[in-house]
């Protein structure tokens, strides 16, 4: 069976896509996962760190899939705004390799957005991209329009697999905000949202609390654009 096996970083982001999508979730996953049919969404972690761990068992049943690396981006592009739909023709991963991304999938979800898509490049990198001045370096510097940490290592291991992959991705943090590091330390190995870390964060460091609604608000609208997109290829 040719299934649709979508990837996000963090829970945060599958269970939102999943709850717009519709999926149900997989009790039978040793992991979280969401899905009904050919359509499966979990996450794989930080900078995809549990991508080679969790693919056997997401890819079981399945004689081929498109893969889908989808979630949050960070805009470095000054045209970027919070909610845009970022859907690369290329990643450049952090070895400096590029990974064109195209194929018949990737040109109906286009010409569902009816150019309300960004193309381009998207960078992935090792680290966040935390403030409005590294930001602009990257920019500067790869020319790409957006940034996330798991787009290359996920296309790179589908290739390995035979699988066409693509990404859907969008921005939660423009050129312009800035993402103190504290927040990403919220995020665990596997995923989650650490939530006695958040805690401990709110109470030591008060100030990043304006930061973290932003961010929130910035994820939902982001999420629901992906959402939207994914829904055309998951139809």
Known sequence: ??????????????????????????????????????????PVGPRAGLLHERWPRLFQGFSSALVVSAGLCGGLAPCLRVGDLVVPDMVLAPSGEILRVNGPARERLLAHAGGRAHTG????????????????????????????????????HATAAGCPALVVRAVCDDAAHAVPPALSRLVTADGRVHGGRALALAWTHPGSIAHAVALRRG?????????????ALAG
Request: charged residues 20%.
């Open 121 to 156: 490049c998207l960078v992935t990198t090792r680290e966040v991209a935390a403030t409005p001045e590294g930001k602009a370096l990257l920019h500067a510097e790869t020319g790409a329009a957006a940034v996330d940490m798991e787009s290359a290592p996920i296309l790179t």
């Open 1 to 42: 069976m040719s299934g649709l096996l979508i990837l996000t970083a963090v829970e945060l982001e599958t269970t939102a896509l999943a709850r717009h999508l519709e999926l149900p979730f997989l009790p039978a996953f040793p992991f979280r996962a969401y899905g009904r049919g050919d359509v499966r969404i979990a």
């Open 219 to 231: 994820s939902r609208l982001a999420l629901g654009a992906v959402a939207r997109a994914l829904a």
